[in-house]
């Protein structure tokens, strides 16, 4: 019996192109927000770490290495916004409890990228002059990490327990004893 299904997972045949949401069952939105939201955990860890050795050689390192880390962050989820902007004016119905969910992680986010961008410009003001963070910068960089984990829990709610932008199997033949892959658009007719 095959062990591996490749194919169906990486093609876009058989998917119907959205725009900015990107292709049914492969969205843009997603995959998108990973990276700024590690990227803003990692930062406030690499602040905290250069605030606890900030008397040794090598806190300058890990400051510098949080400030590239939040830009990275920051230049990422400008295109998660705009494609998440995009879902929720396009897949989102007025009224309904998804798009309150919606509507929360929209401005969790939002939060978070203007904290982000101003713990970005205290970071570039004195990124040549401090060895480690500054208070200031510490507590952003803990309040953007705490934020951006609870507005991606609200955008994990959307997708796991409300099945947003999720193609649905139904009796999907993909869950059938076979040997053949289905492809997308395929109903293994």
Do not use: C
Request: glycine content about 10%; cysteine-free.
């Amino acid at each position: 019996m095959r062990k591996f299904s490749v194919r169906p997972t990486l093609t876009l045949r058989g998917r119907k192109f959205k725009g900015l949401r990107g292709w049914s069952g492969k969205p843009t939105h997603p995959p998108l927000t990973d990276f700024p939201v590690a990227a803003y955990i990692f930062g406030a860890v690499l602040d905290i770490v250069a605030t606890l050795g900030r008397r040794e050689p090598w806190a300058r390192d890990f400051f510098r290495a949080g400030t590239y880390v939040f830009i990275g962050g920051a230049t990422v989820s400008v295109l998660a916004a705009l494609t998440g902007f995009w879902d929720w004016l396009r897949s989102t119905e007025k009224g309904t409890q998804a798009r309150r969910t919606a509507n929360t992680h929209a401005w969790a986010m939002m939060a978070v990228t203007v904290l982000a961008l101003t713990d970005i410009a205290l970071r570039l003001n004195v990124y040549h002059t401090r060895t480690h963070p500054s208070v200031a910068i510490l507590v952003l960089s803990i309040v953007v990490a705490a934020l951006v984990s609870v507005g991606a829990t609200f955008g994990g709610s959307l997708v796991f327990e409300y099945g947003f932008n999720v193609e649905t199997a139904g009796d999907s033949p993909v869950w059938h004893r076979s040997e053949t892959d289905v492809m997308p658009g395929d109903h293994g007719d």
